[in-house]
């Protein structure tokens, strides 16, 4: 993807998925799929965005030893009304990464 070219990644998140109520939710609103880009950047650069301390430590061992990695970020008010946060995984194979709102879980 061209768009995450310039982005540092700190390790492989395989193929780049999206649910299909995120996919819908960028082609409405251009904003949001900015946002999704910029999840994406922050997800493989090993900035794990909003999620809990413990969940941030689990993060950083998996790193090492290739468990699963889960980033969570916040959806700026007003960019996104139906949802208030969006999740990033890459799976613990490295084969992919899907990006889903919680509730899609």
Known sequence: ???LSDSVSV???G???MTSAIF???LEHRPFASFIRQCIARHQSGDWG???PEDAALNDA?????RRVFSVYH????LYTLESR???ITESSREYTTVLFPSEY
């Not at 998996?62 to 290739?66: E, K, N, P, V």
């Open 24 to 26: 819908g939710a960028t």
């Open 15 to 17: 193929s780049l998925f």
């Open 62 to 66: 998996a790193l090492l030893d290739g």
């Open 1 to 3: 993807m061209a768009f």
């Open 86 to 88: 969006v999740w990033v």
């Open 11 to 13: 390790f492989e998140t």
């Open 75 to 78: 959806i700026p008010s007003g």
């Open 50 to 52: 909003d999620c809990c």
